[in-house]
């Protein structure tokens, strides 16, 4: 018997079932059988010409058979048979091309990963806050992973004094706006990519219409108020949150999903203006950010492709001194002004001000 | 074996540079108490005038968050680690 996979769309066929099995030498065979078990099967996945519909992918332990074999495909009694509709409105073809097969070929040949997965990463839609030091590895990474949609807040322009950490901008780029550096550096890593520019400084006024086109937020940016407006804006929209700091020679990251606490959590307020010096005041390791930003491309992966236990409940710190790892717990707060049981913040807020910071400070990406 | 205090960047001046320094005592107050005699000063960098923690910084006992368990009275033992962090904003 061989395992075959349903999609949740055929198995009002199935009565419900997720995984049949059925008899069958090749995938002919296997439609015809499946056919007279679950009536209505063929028609489902064969157009009147009798080969797949366009809008469904079949996979063969994780493999998607080729146009080629079709139909003839041969088949052994210990396979596993996916069939995949196409995602709706998802990014790109719908099967892969003969350059994205070899693209992220080293990428699908991974079980956890697969075509399946792959899909699931072209039909994802990632927002970092910021193109700075955390943002560029983290969307160099995603973008290379195949992430179908990049989107990049920011408002700044490239600085010759960003270019020791900020792998996303290049010489060339100085005085050009971030979002638009990011976007050539990213298509030109991967034309795959959809990338969007959003090229406001992010505020209390935008960040809900900005953030809630997304799946997932990676947090690059580099202020407080940003921290407080983005951690608040995901958890309204109940957005998962991909969080990463960094200060001298000191990183952390972790991962807030909804439900499961969150930036306020951990820090329920803000130093005071000037108690914590930025990276522009106290400096940065040029190479930190690569190691935080690249933590945070992992978990986005992770969370995509449903895949390994996520970064949640766990503050993950950085010492790149001592070179060490350590980790530290994060509960959800029921206290919590924005995420407990009887949140007081229930729309987003002048960030800041509660930040106690002048009115003309900038807002940054 | 006493303590050991993991002291974040930020406050790495307030005890003469330190990454890791030893404090002793039963509870963490305790601890930050001892380091204060040496390095005056250090406290009132964690806590604020009420004597509470300043609520951007966190301190754990090991991996637990002292909000969690007794706050500023939490127990510690020899061999404990309490680590000190404050929130950072860097990431441009």
């Known amino acids: 018997m061989v395992a075959v996979y349903v999609p949740t769309s055929l198995r009002r066929l199935t009565n419900g079932q997720a995984k049949v099995e059925v008899d069958g030498d090749t995938l002919d065979m296997l439609i015809q059988n499946l056919e007279l078990k679950y009536p209505g099967f063929r028609q489902a996945l064969l157009d009147e010409g009798g080969g797949f519909h366009r809008f469904v992918n079949v996979y063969i332990n994780n493999r998607e058979v080729s146009d080629e074999v079709g139909m003839a495909t041969p088949i052994g009694k210990d396979d596993e048979v996916a069939f995949v509709p196409a995602i709706a409105g998802g990014a790109g073809p719908l099967r892969f091309t003969p350059e994205q097969v070899k693209r992220y070929q080293r990428q699908i040949i991974l079980p956890e990963v697969g075509p399946v997965g792959q899909r699931k990463l072209l039909a994802a839609k990632v927002l970092c806050v910021g193109a700075g030091g955390l943002g560029s590895p983290a969307a160099l990474y995603l973008a290379a992973a195949g992430v179908g949609t990049l989107g990049i807040v920011d408002f700044d322009t490239v600085d010759l004094s960003n270019l020791h950490r900020q792998l996303l901008h290049g010489h060339k780029d100085i005085g050009r706006l971030k979002t638009e550096s990011a976007r050539d550096t990213l298509r030109d890593r991967n034309p795959d990519v959809n990338v969007v520019l959003h090229n406001v400084p992010l505020t209390s006024e935008n960040a809900l219409e900005i953030i809630g086109q997304y799946d997932i937020v990676v947090n690059g940016s580099d202020n407080f108020p940003t921290r407080y407006l983005v951690n608040d804006a995901c958890v309204l929209l109940k957005k998962p949150l991909v969080d990463g700091g960094m200060f001298k020679f000191d990183g952390q990251a972790t991962v807030f999903l909804p439900g499961k606490g969150c930036y306020r959590c951990l820090f329920p307020a803000p130093p005071p203006p000037g108690a914590a010096p930025s990276c522009a005041e106290a400096g940065v390791l040029g190479a930190l950010p690569g190691v935080i930003g690249a933590i945070q491309a992992v978990e986005t992966m992770k969370l995509i492709l449903g895949i390994g236990e996520p970064l949640v409940n766990r503050l993950l710190l950085f010492d790149a001194l001592a070179m060490e790892f350590r980790e530290v717990k994060i509960r959800r707060d029921p206290e919590c002004p924005v995420c407990g049981d009887n949140p007081t913040i229930t729309q987003l807020i002048d960030y800041v001000e509660f930040c106690g910071l002048p009115r003309e400070s900038a807002l940054i990406g | ?92």
């Open chain 2, 1 to 92: 074996m006493p303590v050991q205090v993991r002291v974040p960047p930020l406050l790495r001046e307030a005890v003469g540079g330190a990454r890791v320094i030893e404090g002793h005592g039963d509870t963490v107050d305790a601890v930050l108490w001892d380091i204060e005699r040496r390095h005056p000063g250090f406290r009132q960098r964690l806590l604020d005038e009420e004597g509470a923690l300043r609520r951007f910084v966190n301190v754990y006992v090991n991996d637990e968050d002292i909000r969690y368990l007794n706050k500023l009275a939490t127990p510690v033992r020899d061999g404990d680690t309490v680590s000190i962090l404050p929130s950072v904003a860097g990431g441009g």
